[in-house]
Each structure stands twice: as structure tokens, then as C-alpha cells.
């Protein structure tokens, strides 16, 4: 079933909701911020715990967010899934932190292709439980078609979205994360054409991220995707400054969707 999935984006240490296709390594000029949250990363996690939202992701995004991701896992230990700069050598640290799932993004495509060989480290330095590892395919979209895009959306990889690559992925991971960076953070509507094949490749679950604006695009991306692919929603959320979709509506609709399952069954 679809459900909303949370989130907790971090960046320079703070809660934040950006725009996505602006975060660079080389110019903080070009950075678009459409919230930063008077709130430590501790206080979404309690409350993403008090309504029992499972699967939220903690990014940080860049370096200086160490700090608020382990405050965060500190409000709810094994409640939470940790991504931004994780690698083989602290993919444990964040484990043993409280970190219900890893997320892996760059490290998997040093010099912008994809390397067989870190997803093995990474599988190894986790004792081969790819139920801890969730792979990040975050992409931006060239033409009809959508390659992975890593270094905070910067960086196009030769790692394109198709059914075979999914495939490829798949029997190494729980679950895959994907970043439409091209709208992420905009607002302007989901990638209807993203959901419609991720649902149609992805065998595992998978959560679609960028341009949620209203809990409508919760039941179009249910349409979309036939229920197989859930939905984070970000700076359209009230509790992110956004003024189009309601937390407490978004809690309700996984309410719903839960009723509906246990009625089927």
C-alpha cells in the first residue's frame, strides 16, 4: 500500500527543506532554502515516533550534520533510516547508533559509475544484511530517461533507471530511496512518469521523493503506482513552513490505508 513516508533533511547542522537541483560543493550562493527549522532534528523524530511513521529518512546533506542525525536516532532508536556520507568504514558506527536502515547514495559511484565492488564492502561491513541497506538512486532526468545523480544532485552518473539496473540492485538491498532532484523541493508536482515505471521495475519497496504538494499526490501516486511506491513529502508540509499539505492529514491517510489493507485480509 502507499503510504507517506517523513523526513528529516539536514544541512550546516539544522533541520532544513531545500531545493534540491541548488545544493553545490563549490557555491553556497546558489543554495535555495524554503525552510529552516527553529527545531532540533530531535523534536521531528519524537514525533514521527509518536505516530509510529515508520521508514522516515534522516539525510544530511554535506558535512556538520553528524551531530543532529545522532540526536535524532537518540529519540528513536531503531526507528529511523540514516543516509548522507555514509560508507564503508562508519556504516556500522550508524548501526550501533540506532539506525534501523542505512542509506547508501555517492559512495556507490565514485568517479560517476558504479562500483560492484563498494556494495560488497558495504554488505560485508553490515555481516551481508541487506535488510540494514537501502540503496539511494536519486536521479535527474535527461530526455525520457533518468540517471543517477550523486555529490548533493551534482553529479550526473552513467547509471541509468531501467528495469535492468533495478534488477541488478535489488537482491543487495530492502529497499530503494529515489529523489526526483529536479523537482525536489519545488512543489510543483511529482514526476508521474518516475512513479509510473519505478512501481513498474522495483519488485522491493520503494519511496519516491520531489514535488509533493498536497495529500492529493498521496492518492496519485497510489493510482500511479498501483499502491507499490510510497511518498515523502517535504516543504509542502505545514510542520516544514508549507502551506499545502497538513501533517496531521498525512498521519490520517496512513490510518486509512492500514484499515483498508486489514480489510482485505
Known sequence: ??????CIDLHAGSV?????GTLSDTSSASLKTNFTSEHPSS????????HNLTGAHVIMLGPGNEDAAKKAL???????????????GNVREWVALGAEKV?????????????????????????????????DLSCRRRGASWFVATNKWQTITDFEL????????????SEFLIHAADVEGLQRGIDHDLVSKLA??????VTYAGGGRSIEDLELVKILSHGK???????????FGGGGVKFEDCVKWNEEQLQEEVGRT
Open 1 to 6: 500500500m502507499t503510504r507517506f513516508r517523513p
Open 103 to 135: 542509506i547508501i547514495t555517492s559512495y556507490l559511484f565514485p568517479s560517476a559509475t558504479f562500483s560492484p565492488e563498494r556494495l560488497q564492502s558495504i554488505l560485508a561491513a553490515l555481516d551481508n544484511d541487506k535488510e540494514k541497506l537501502v540503496i
Open 74 to 88: 537518540e529519540a528513536w532508536k531503531g526507528g529511523l533510516q540514516v543516509g548522507g556520507g555514509v560508507t564503508e
Open 43 to 50: 523534536y521531528y523524530a519524537s514525533l514521527y515516533k509518536q
Open 200 to 205: 513498474e521495475w522495483c519488485s522491493i519497496p
Open 229 to 239: 511506491v510510497d511518498l515523502t513529502i517535504g516543504s509542502a508540509l505545514d510542520i
Open 162 to 173: 531501467t528495469q535492468e539496473s533495478i534488477s541488478l540492485l535489488e537482491p543487495h538491498c
Open 16 to 20: 532544513k527543506q531545500i531545493v534540491g
